[in-house]
């Protein structure tokens, strides 16, 4: 049985949460979910408040997906904060939290690689990067999919790459799921939310709102016709600064990925870039022409 803690409903076993799920649907309740891998902040807690608006029943899960992490050592630095995500939720007024064991997931180490065609959208910008790492996050949000039956998937707009991979498995593989995309949730000074912040010396996250100063410059560039070669350029000269290394700062169709030669051959153009911050790597991304 779930484990009750002041109305919200943690379950702990797919089975359990499945069959919780299809008595709910029989009563003709929509479904949102919201797959996070915990350590939650108001980004995440963002993406709950839009489900509980447009579901019946919204559910969170909490779950560090090895087979996502190309360095082992990135996944034993994961941080895991359980009990402050599940007050968090609770205050969210989330009804029910998955927390699996990677066990439940992937019961006696089967495979659930996942057969699909990406279309390339894995290969460019974080994929060459991280080679294994989409091909990890696709295995485990179909096996989380298959579990709740959700109607509504919410994820946030800050890992673009991830949410449009995740379209098209959707897509090619004709799941009667709908995908929910939130904006991108930001403290005062720009700086994109994310669970690595919290990693940042002081002198780096003084530093890191530069990262959305440049994207908006971007926007700006863009506006006054200039080239996107052109806007790349100047835009990682200017992250360039001391104890920062942009790794890459693209200018790519909001569709496809693939990068913008000619911006009127484009109805959606998007910033990505990702920035080393000393030793924490940071992402973000803005919509430059278009909308989603």
Not at 121 to 126: I, N, T
Not at 231 to 240: D, P, V
Request: hydrophobic share 35%; glycine share 6%.
């Amino acid at each position: 049985m779930p484990n009750n803690e002041d109305e919200i409903l943690i379950f702990e076993d797919s089975e359990k949460l499945s069959e919780f799920i299809y008595r709910e649907k029989n009563k003709g309740k929509k479904i949102g979910f919201t797959p996070t891998m915990g350590a939650l902040h108001d980004g995440h807690f963002s993406l709950i408040r839009r489900s509980l608006a447009e579901n019946d029943v919204s559910i969170c899960s909490i779950f560090v997906n090895p087979t996502q992490f190309n360095v082992p050592s990135d996944l034993v630095k994961y941080p895991r904060t359980i009990e402050k995500d599940i007050k968090g939720l609770r205050d969210e007024g989330c009804p029910v939290v998955f927390i699996p064991s990677s066990e439940d997931i992937y019961p006696n180490g089967s495979d659930y690689k996942v057969e699909v065609d990406l279309k390339g959208l894995d290969e460019m910008m974080e994929g060459k990067k991280r080679p294994g790492h989409f091909e990890g996050v696709v295995q485990v949000v179909k096996r989380l999919l298959e579990i709740t039956s959700c109607d509504h998937l919410y994820m946030g707009q800050k890992d673009y790459q991830q949410f449009t991979i995740i379209k098209e498995m959707i897509k090619d593989l004709e799941m009667p799921v709908k995908l929910v995309v939130c904006p991108i949730l930001r403290d005062e000074d720009g700086l994109a939310k994310s669970s690595r912040n919290t990693r940042l010396t002081e002198s780096h996250r003084r530093k890191a709102p530069i990262i959305f100063r440049v994207l908006t410059q971007a926007k700006d560039w863009l506006s006054e016709g200039r080239a996107p070669v052109e806007i790349s350029m100047k835009a990682t000269e200017y992250l360039n600064i001391q104890d920062f290394k942009p790794e890459y700062f693209d200018l790519i169709d909001g569709h496809t990925l693939e990068k913008v030669r000619n911006t009127d051959h484009h109805a959606l153009i998007v910033a990505c870039t990702a920035v080393w911050a000393g030793t924490v790597r940071l992402i973000d991304n803005m919509i430059l022409k278009g909308e989603l």
